[in-house]
């Protein structure tokens, strides 16, 4: 079992930033990915971003590519999305998930609520 638990969210001006943490607990280990993912009530969850936990290669949607930046902290178990330049359009519930490698996401966070403001 993953647990997983997400933090920062907030209410922000279009223009400004954000930074959300997750913090995983239980069976992690080297062989796994971390990813964020967005939703709007009343529509499908969207891939934001992820990371592989060893060698720390990243992908990104297109929509917030130059934007945002997903990073690592390995000793503290860590992963953040730094959401700069945010648009009103980035509005969403965002999720922290977690994926052994060449597994689907399996486990998921509470979630947060971002609310970027025109």
């Known amino acids: 079992q993953v647990q997983l638990v997400e933090s920062g969210g907030g209410l922000v001006q279009a223009g400004g930033s954000l930074r959300l943490s997750c913090a995983a607990s239980g069976r992690t280990d080297s062989s796994y990915r971390m990813g964020w993912f967005r939703q709007i009530p009343g529509k499908e969850r969207e891939f934001v971003a992820s990371?592989?936990?060893?060698?720390?290669?990243?992908n990104y949607a297109d929509s917030v590519k130059g934007r945002f930046t997903i990073s690592r902290d390995s000793a503290k178990n860590m992963v953040y999305l730094q959401m700069n330049s945010l648009k009103p359009e980035d509005t969403a519930i965002y999720y922290c998930?977690?994926?052994?490698?060449?597994?689907?996401?399996?486990?998921w966070g509470q979630g947060t609520q971002v609310t970027v403001s025109s």
């Open positions: 998930a977690f994926a052994r490698i060449n597994y689907q996401y399996a486990y």
């Open positions: 990371i592989r936990w060893s060698g720390g290669i990243t």
